[in-house]
C-alpha cells in the first residue's frame, strides 16, 4: 500500500521532517515509489525498514577489552546463522535490565529478602528449637525420678513441651 510521506509520519507518532529526513537514508531508499511525480512510500517495506534500522543505538557502549576478545571469540566459533541481530540481542539486554531494577525494587520495598538473612534466621530458630527441647530432660528429670504414677508424669511432660512449645512461638 502507498501512503505519503505525512501519513507514514501518523502512523510512526513522528513529525513529517523527521519522515523526510529519515527517507533520505540510503536503506530507506527502496521503499520510495514514484507514483505520477508524486513521492509515495510503500507503507510496509518502510515500516519494515524503519525498524529493522532505527533501534541501533547512537552513543558507543563501553566494554572492557577482555569481553570483548571473550565475545569476539565466541561469536567467530558459531555458524553465521546462529549469530543473533542486533536488535535481538539489544532487546534481550532490555529484558534482562528492567527484571534486575524490578528485583532492586522489590528488595527496597522489603518484598525480597535476601537468602543470606533467610539462612542466618532459620539457624537462629534452629537453634532455640534444640536448646528448648533439649533442656526439657534437664527440668523434669529430677521431679520424674520420684514419681511412680504415670499420669502425673504424661501431665508435667506435656506442661513442660507445651511452655516450649510457647517461649519457640515467641521468637
Given amino acids: 500500500m502507498l501512503v505519503t510521506f505525512k501519513d507514514l509520519a501518523k502512523l510512526k ?20 515509489v514514484n507514483h505520477n511525480g508524486q513521492k509515495l512510500v510503500n ?16 552513543t558507543p557502549i563501553t566494554v572492557p577489552a577482555e569481553t570483548k576478545k571473550e565475545l569476539k571469540k565466541q561469536i567467530d566459533e558459531m555458524p553465521a546463522d ?51 527441647l533439649s533442656n526439657i530432660a534437664d527440668r523434669l528429670a529430677p521431679q520424674c525420678a520420684g514419681e511412680t ?11 513442660e513441651h507445651r511452655n516450649a512449645l510457647e517461649e519457640i512461638a515467641k521468637i
Fill in 43 to 58: 507503507k510496509d517495506m518502510a515500516l519494515e525498514l524503519w525498524h529493522g534500522n532505527s533501534n541501533i543505538a547512537q
Fill in 82 to 132: 546462529e549469530i543473533p541481530d542486533f536488535n535481538v540481542s539489544r532487546a534481550r539486554k532490555e529484558h534482562w535490565n528492567a527484571s534486575l531494577a524490578k528485583l532492586q525494587v522489590q528488595q527496597q520495598k522489603k518484598e525480597l529478602i535476601p537468602v543470606t538473612d533467610i539462612k542466618k534466621s532459620s539457624f537462629e530458630l534452629g537453634r532455640a528449637i534444640r536448646e528448648s
Fill in 149 to 159: 504414677d504415670s499420669q502425673v508424669i504424661h501431665r508435667l511432660l506435656t506442661e
Fill in 13 to 32: 507518532g513522528v513529525s513529517a521532517p523527521a519522515v523526510t529526513k529519515k527517507m533520505k537514508k540510503d536503506y530507506m531508499q527502496p521503499c520510495i
